[in-house]
């Protein structure tokens, strides 16, 4: 019987886990269809239940991975109470997953006005229209609240809203995983105590 050969084993001799994302994400750019920046989030409310919804991650350094969002939505109340958050990316045309957790902090002014304002201006008009995660009686009261909106704001810049900004997970675990042939996967583990402490790798059976 022939050895049963492992996935490329390249990627997991890394030392830096946010330049392996980069790399990971740029080739996703260009084989995923649709949002190739599109991640699982997950949170836990009051009760200590566990909520997960697929968010756009919208920037990422050394300092972490940022999204925006409702602060006055189920997730934005859930981080705000707890400080934390978990990300999955699923790249399914590249059998990769890469899966982070860690404290949150909210985005500073600038940076928030700075995305806000690259953003659709539809899209603008409805971060002020939408009273997200609470109920809605119809949908034509979602299509008044949009018209009262773009009239208010008919004419030059659509500020930010203050129940609008984003996050940044500042991750102290980042799992990258490949799909190998009978599931003997490759993963790989960066971990640190805090999120200025150097990262430990560790490879981790599939």
């Not at 790249?91 to 890469?98: A, E, N, P, T």
């Not at 490949?178 to 971990?191: E, M, N, P, S």
């Amino acid at each position: 019987m022939a050895p049963v050969e492992l996935t490329n084993p390249d990627f997991t001799t890394r030392e830096d886990p946010f330049a392996l994302f980069g790399e990971w994400l740029e080739e996703a750019k260009k084989s995923e269809i649709n949002d190739p920046n599109a991640t699982s989030l997950a949170t836990v409310d009051s009760d200590g239940l566990p909520n997960v919804r697929m968010v756009l991650l919208k920037d990422y350094d050394e300092d972490g991975f940022v999204f925006y969002t409702n602060f006055e939505s189920q997730k934005g109340e859930e981080i705000l109470a707890t400080k934390k958050a978990a990300m999955c990316f699923h790249w399914k045309s590249l059998r990769r997953q890469v899966r982070l957790r860690g404290a949150v902090t909210v985005v500073d002014d600038a940076e928030a006005d700075a995305y806000f304002a690259s953003r659709a201006r539809g899209s603008r008009i409805g971060a002020w229209a939408s009273k997200q995660s609470r109920p809605l009686e119809s949908r034509f009261a979602l299509e008044k609240e949009v018209a009262k909106f773009t009239a208010k704001y008919a004419v030059g810049e659509i500020p930010r809203p203050p129940h609008w900004s984003g996050f940044r997970i500042a991750p102290v675990y980042i799992e990258f995983w490949k799909d190998g042939a009978f599931r003997l996967h490759d993963r790989v583990i960066f971990r640190r105590e805090t999120e200025t402490a150097p990262w430990t790798r560790t490879r981790f059976y599939p």
